[in-house]
């Protein structure tokens, strides 16, 4: 089984910027796709993207330009580079893994994945 452990996450001053990483137990990760979510208090879940096995990224619905997702399969690590912070981006952030298959489509990158981390908590002030 895929263990994730998310990390990078912290308290930061609006319009700072904040590089979350997911490292996984295991090197077959590689041929997995990374979804990143986050969870504010008192709101539902919401996503912030995902990527393939092959670098393709997809962005969550109401995400801009301010959150890219990036992978280095050498570490067994994804990321997520999150620039301009404001404080609604106060939230725990979570990363999940799931096997990655040639014929998946957007929202297949987007939903029902496997393994989850246990988050990792961004506090952004004003």
């Known amino acids: 089984q895929v263990q994730l452990v998310e990390s990078g996450g912290g308290l930061v001053q609006a319009g700072g910027s904040l590089r979350l990483s997911c490292t996984a137990s295991e090197r077959s990760v590689r041929v997995y796709a990374v979804r990143w979510l986050r969870q504010a208090p008192e709101k539902e879940g919401a996503l912030v993207g995902a990527i393939s096995r092959s670098d393709n990224t997809y962005d969550g619905h109401s995400m801009n330009g301010r959150f890219t997702i990036s992978r280095d399969n050498a570490k067994n690590t994804a990321y997520l580079q999150i620039n301009s912070l404001k404080p609604e981006d106060t939230a725990v952030y979570y990363c999940?893994?799931?096997?990655?298959?040639?014929?998946?489509?957007?929202?297949?990158?987007?939903?029902?994945?496997?393994?989850w981390g246990q988050g990792t908590q961004v506090t952004v002030s004003s």
């Open positions: 999940a893994a799931k096997q990655d298959y040639a014929f998946f489509g957007r929202s297949d990158y987007l939903r029902n994945y496997d393994y």
